[in-house]
């Protein structure tokens, strides 16, 4: 499957869409309901985590007299950006599925 393309029409959806509306993605030519895989979920949690760590180790050697406080401010900073682009680099789409009103969204197993 080919980055960011609907799975019934493989027509290609806008970078901003997938970022913007994960849960809530429409299809521009055929409509359908689309939302990111669970691949993309992780991989772009996993790269958010990473680059926050990164952000956090290296912080003290770039700037060696910056508080506490100055590590954490770059460490959300750095996860919401390596976390975007986590998502935008797999970026696999599924069609959202239609789950009953009244139950938990997620699958139980």
Known sequence: MGKRK????????????????????????????LELSRFTRVVGALGGLAGAAVAVEALPGIHPGSLWMTRIVAAVLVFGVASAAGVLLAGDLVVRTKGHPATFPHSAK
Do not use: G
Request: glycine letters at 0%.
């Open 6 to 33: 609907c799975p019934l029409c493989f027509v290609r959806v806008p970078w901003t869409a997938a970022l913007a509306h994960s849960y809530e993605m429409r299809c521009p030519a055929c409509h359908a309901p």
